[in-house]
């Protein structure tokens, strides 16, 4: 299975990116999908993640409200739209995809290869 993220970029403070992941050579609807991102010198951090059929959803705390998960199971892809971006949302952002149940904190299958995003205030 590979996957491949797209959407990073520089944006201003306040704006907005969608970030989406295509997943290849595998079944993508058989996968809980996750973001994941990682700033300079901090640990990797949860983002969201989304279930088999797009009906469950999870947030870190520091996206609530201003980041909203999705899937499109004909298109193999998931997606994460930003908005209202703050500086310390600047990082590298990963999908991540599970191909079975337990938390995103524990085994994760399959990494994208990473997409950077740039706040400026």
């Known amino acids: 299975v590979q996957l491949q993220a797209s959407g990073g970029g520089a944006v201003q403070a306040g704006g907005s990116l969608r970030l989406s992941c295509v997943a290849s050579?595998?079944?993508?609807?058989?996968?809980?999908m996750g973001w994941f991102r990682q700033a300079p010198g901090k640990e990797r951090e949860l983002v969201a993640t989304?279930?088999?059929?797009?009906?469950?959803?999870y947030y870190g705390d520091s996206v609530k409200g201003r980041f909203t998960i999705s899937r499109d199971n004909a298109k193999n892809t998931v997606y994460l739209q930003m908005n209202s971006l703050k500086p310390e949302d600047t990082a590298v952002y990963y999908c991540?995809?599970?191909?079975?149940?337990?938390?995103?904190?524990?085994?994760?299958?399959?990494w994208g290869q990473g997409t950077l995003v740039t706040v400026s205030s």
């Open positions: 050579g595998g079944t993508f609807n058989s996968y809980r």
């Open positions: 991540a995809a599970k191909t079975n149940g337990g938390s995103f904190y524990g085994v994760v299958n399959y």
């Open positions: 989304i279930n088999w059929i797009g009906m469950s959803t």
